[in-house]
C-alpha cells in the first residue's frame, strides 16, 4: 500500500470516527428530593418537573446514549423521611434503584436535593433539622446507598432559596432561610469526606443555583399566597428548565 493512500485511509477513518455520532454513555438516574424535585407546583409534573428537563439536555448531547430517569421527590419531605431506618422513603429509592441496577451498562446515578423542609421552623417531619444533623443524615443515606451499590454516583445538589415570608402549612420564614444557608458548608464536608473514603463516587452540584435564583425569583419562581404575604418557593415552568440547567453542571461533572 502507497503511503500517501496509506494515510488518507487513517484519516478518513478517524474523521468518520469523530463525526459518526457515537454515544458513548448510559445513565440511570434516581433523583431523591422534596416537592421542588416532585414538581408538585407544577402544572404538568410529567412534563415540566426538573428531572424531565435534566433528562432531555443529557439525551441532546452527542456522547450520551440512553437515559432513564425515576423522580423519588416528595412534597413536603425532609432527609429524616429518606433515612433508611424510617421506612418511609427509602424502599421507594431501592425500588427504583434495583430495576436501574440490572443493566450494569448503564452509570447508576443518585441526584439528591434536600434541606428545604429540614430548614422549616416547623411542619415537616423531623423539622428543623439543625445543620450537624442534616451532615448525619445525608452521610446516612449515602453510605447505605453506596454499600449496596458500590459503583454508583451521587451527586449532592444544593437548595434554592425561598423568600423569607414563606409560610404556608408549614412555618419557614427567615430562621428557616438562615438555617438553610447553614447547610451549604455541611453538604460540601459531605463532598469532602467522601472524597477520601470514596473517591470518585459523591459529586458536588453548583452552588451559584441558590443566588440566582434569589435574584431573579419574580422570574422564576411561582407566586403563591401565605400567612405573611405573597411568598416565593417553587420553581415555575421556566424555572424548572433553569434548575435543570444548574443540575446537569453537577451530573456532567460525577460521569466525565
Known amino acids: 500500500m502507497k503511503p500517501i ?20 454513555e448510559k445513565l440511570n438516574i434516581v433523583f431523591i ?6 414538581g408538585s407546583a407544577l402544572s404538568d409534573p410529567k412534563t415540566e418537573a426538573t428531572p424531565v428537563y435534566v ?8 456522547d450520551i446514549g440512553a437515559v432513564n430517569i425515576s423522580n423519588k421527590g416528595f412534597s413536603g419531605h425532609t432527609t429524616v423521611d429518606f433515612l433508611p431506618a424510617n421506612n418511609i422513603d427509602f424502599p421507594k429509592v431501592l425500588q427504583a434503584a ?24 416547623f411542619g415537616p417531619n423531623g423539622s428543623p433539622v439543625q445543620a450537624a444533623q442534616y451532615k448525619d443524615n445525608l452521610n446516612v443515606l ?26 404556608n402549612n408549614a412555618g419557614y420564614m427567615q430562621e428557616g432561610l438562615d438555617r ?18 470514596h473517591p470518585n463516587q459523591v459529586y458536588l452540584g453548583n452552588k451559584a443555583v441558590f443566588s440566582f435564583f434569589q435574584k431573579q425569583h419574580k422570574q422564576l419562581f411561582k407566586a403563591e399566597d401565605g400567612k405573611h404575604g405573597t411568598f416565593y418557593l417553587h420553581p415555575n415552568a421556566e424555572g424548572s428548565k433553569r434548575l435543570a440547567e444548574f443540575w446537569l453542571k453537577g451530573i456532567l461533572r460525577a460521569i466525565k
Request: charged share 20%; net charge positive; proline share 3%.
Open 142 to 167: 449515602i453510605n447505605t446507598l453506596i454499600k449496596k451499590y458500590p459503583n454508583a454516583k451521587f451527586v449532592l445538589q444544593y437548595p434554592l432559596w425561598y423568600s423569607p415570608n414563606t409560610h
Open 55 to 62: 433528562a432531555k439536555l443529557l439525551r441532546d448531547r452527542k
Open 5 to 24: 493512500f496509506k494515510y488518507t485511509c487513517l484519516f478518513l477513518l478517524v474523521m468518520l470516527t469523530s463525526f459518526s455520532g457515537k454515544k458513548t
Open 33 to 38: 428530593g422534596d416537592s421542588i424535585t416532585e
Open 98 to 121: 434495583d430495576a436501574f441496577a440490572q443493566d450494569q451498562t448503564a452509570v447508576l446515578l443518585f441526584s439528591i436535593m434536600l434541606g428545604t423542609n429540614d430548614s422549616a421552623m
Open 180 to 197: 438553610l444557608s447553614s447547610y451549604f458548608s455541611q453538604i460540601e464536608s459531605v463532598y469532602a469526606e467522601h472524597k477520601l473514603i
